[in-house]
């Protein structure tokens, strides 16, 4: 199956400080790739879709100059946790949309700040 | 906004027992997919359901999707130590490629 590339897949960081998580489609190209958070034991919670070429869409709630969303390629979307806090603690998913709609997921970024 | 309901929350059985669990959408659906995640893991694809009433089989796996094509189920039989894992279906927002996760069971299978 297609392969979707998350890292860091951990990273611990002072309050304050901005964190970025990239996330790479390997072998396919994804115009469409989105941003989860889960938190222990809890389901997916869709954060933002990341459109290859535009702007990100946020759902409602996710505060987007906090998690900043960039898809500048085909293969690539970052999210950028700014001046992240210890609540911003969690466990971060991307995933890429691929043919008929399947949904192929990154191995994920546990955030732990500080 | 659409929500996507899954029953039981937590299920342990025997191994070898089956194991069942559902999944409720406040909306209609266009699709449904159901994903595993193994502790510490990531979301793995397992299948996507399209037509009312369809029912797929994948070795000890068995999908379903409802004829009002807003439930689906999917039964385990014999289950095995590997089978443990968090099983989430997800379903399309209307008119969207954005999928919304169920909120979960988890599955423990004692041996």
């Known amino acids: 199956g297609a392969v979707v590339s998350q890292h860091p897949s951990r990273v611990i960081c002072k309050s304050g400080t901005s964190v970025k998580i990239e996330c790479r489609s390997l072998?396919?190209?994804?115009?469409?790739m989105f941003w989860y958070r889960q938190f222990p034991k809890q389901s997916l919670m869709l954060m933002a879709t990341s459109n290859e070429g535009s702007k990100a869409t946020y759902e409602q709630g996710v505060e987007k100059d906090k998690f900043l969303i960039n898809h500048a390629s085909l293969t690539l979307s970052t999210l950028t946790v700014t001046s992240a806090h210890p609540e911003d603690s969690s466990f971060y998913i991307c995933?890429?949309?691929?043919?008929?709609?399947?949904?192929?997921f990154g191995s994920g970024t546990q955030l732990s700040v500080l | 906004g659409q929500q996507v309901m899954q029953i039981p929350q937590y299920q342990h059985v025997q191994e070898g027992e089956d194991f069942t669990t559902y999944c409720n959408s406040s909306t209609t659906l266009s699709n449904i997919q159901w994903y595993k995640q193994r502790p510490g893991g990531h979301p793995v694809f397992l299948i996507q359901l399209v037509k009312s009433g369809e029912v797929k089989k994948q070795k000890r796996l068995t999908f379903q999707f409802g004829e009002a094509k807003k439930n689906s189920s999917l039964h385990i039989t014999a289950t095995q130590t590997t089978d443990v894992g968090t099983y989430f279906c997800a379903g399309p927002s209307s008119g969207t490629y954005k999928y919304i996760f169920g909120t979960g069971t988890r599955l423990k299978v004692l041996a």
């Open positions: 995933s890429a949309l691929g043919v008929r709609e399947k949904l192929f």
């Open positions: 072998d396919f190209q994804a115009t469409t």
